[in-house]
């Protein structure tokens, strides 16, 4: 079972800069893809960034501000935010698609860290 340890949320000011961090271990499954997903008070849960490896995507919202990375051969996944804004203020979660059996897609998801962008 894939077991994701988030670090690095915490308050910062408009325009600060924050990174999140991800490791994934407890499985020898073949992953996927990595990636942030963020639920603001209110909101639905939605995408922030994925690394499929050979393809990354971002919400429109964060495109040019943020910066997702990953480390493979250590099931690392950062997430580097820059020009934050208020409504950046989210419970971010961890994301890794794992394959199951049969290349089942398996969905795992950290505990969340929350983020708040205020002055």
């Known amino acids: 079972q894939v077991q994701l340890v988030e670090s690095g949320g915490g308050t910062v000011q408009p325009g600060g800069s924050l990174t999140l961090s991800c490791a994934s271990s407890?499985?020898?499954?073949?992953?996927?893809?990595m990636g942030w997903y963020r639920q603001a008070p209110g909101k639905e849960r939605e995408l922030g960034a994925v690394?499929?490896?050979?393809?990354?995507n971002y919400a429109d919202s964060v495109k040019g501000r943020f910066t997702i990375s990953r480390e493979t051969d250590k099931n690392v996944v950062y997430l580097q935010m820059n020009s934050l804004k208020p409504e950046d203020t989210a419970v971010y979660y961890c994301?890794?698609?794992?394959?199951?059996?049969?290349?089942?897609?398996?969905?795992?998801w950290g505990q969340g860290t929350q983020v708040t962008v205020s002055s």
């Open positions: 994301y890794v698609e794992s394959r199951g059996s049969g290349c089942a897609i398996i969905d795992n």
């Open positions: 407890g499985s020898s499954a073949y992953i996927a893809a």
């Open positions: 690394d499929g490896g050979i393809y990354t």
